[in-house]
């Protein structure tokens, strides 16, 4: 039903998400999940998206769990604090207990990949104690080889047996309220989403699937939505500036946007 409504000839514009990649307390831009080159301070990019009035913001601790780091609560409530949209953390969340303290601290959802992964239970708890709606299940996914998808986790580093449709179908069965489809081969590469991924997975669910990895240009934006990611994340395209890639923290206006999605206007 949400996405008959998305996708009516009146719908809104769709989210279009900044995803910030945390590690020892400052942000990062990786390439396919390798080679961080560090970019700032995240209380300043979010200080930055607040002016622009950004749909949503995703922060993600993403090396937490591959190092059974400690997930920062503080800078999480600090960064909650100044955030004025609503606002997403995953990275090394191994319990409820964990997602009680990040929603306590301002955070409207949490993002988990690695837990899930290994024990996929963990869903369904999360789901049941606080609700759906803010529990997004992170789904990275590599080509290999073959060139066929493979669900990966904990970085990329291990895979698991299961293919991406049937892996998101069971999210979803288990109170996943979204889906963070990122495509481990085409992050930070900005060349354009994995569109077949995308439509292979939003044809599998009924549950919003946000699409991250690849973004260069507004009209990839409009390339995923219309492969049906009901949102579409990145995150190179708002860091980074120019064929040097020079930082600057950026995202577009709402005119800009419109003249990609102009059945919205």
């Known amino acids: 039903y949400l996405k008959i409504l998305l996708t009516a000839s009146e719908m809104a514009l769709p989210r279009i998400i900044p995803v910030l990649l945390l590690k020892n307390n400052g942000l990062y831009k990786t390439v396919k999940f390798r080679d961080p080159v560090y970019i700032g301070d995240p209380m300043n990019a979010v200080r930055v998206f607040n002016t622009k009035e950004v749909d949503e913001i995703i922060l993600l601790n993403f090396n937490a769990s591959a190092g059974n780091m400690q997930i920062p609560f503080s800078m999480i409530a600090d960064i909650a604090s ?8 995953g990275g090394g969340i191994r319990s409820t207990d964990d997602i009680r303290k990040i929603i306590y601290s301002g955070v409207e959802k949490i993002a988990v990949n690695t837990v899930a992964a290994e024990n996929p239970s963990f869903v369904d708890e999360a789901a049941l104690q606080f609700g759906s709606s803010s529990v997004v299940v992170s789904i990275d996914v590599r080509r290999n080889w073959t ?9 990329g580093r291990k895979t ?4 991406p449709v049937e892996y998101a179908r069971e999210m979803e069965q288990r ?6 489809l990122h495509s481990i081969s ?10 077949e991924l995308i439509a292979s997975i939003s044809a599998a669910v009924s549950i919003p699937v946000i699409a991250c990895g ?7 934006f409009r390339e995923a939505w219309d492969s049906g990611a009901s949102a579409i994340a990145g995150g190179s395209f708002f860091v980074f500036h120019g064929r040097h890639k020079g930082v600057l923290i950026s995202y577009p206006s709402r005119d800009d946007i419109g003249r990609i999605f102009p059945e919205s206007n």
Not at 160 to 163: E, G, P
Not at 175 to 180: I, K, M
């Open 160 to 163: 698991l047996k299961a293919r």
């Open 82 to 89: 100044q955030c004025f949209m609503p606002l997403c953390y």
């Open 175 to 180: 109170g996943a309220g979204e889906l963070l």
């Open 214 to 220: 690849g973004a260069g240009s507004l009209q990839h």
């Open 147 to 155: 060139g066929k998808h493979e669900v990966c986790y904990m970085s």
């Open 186 to 195: 085409n992050d930070g590469e900005m060349k354009g989403y994995d569109t």
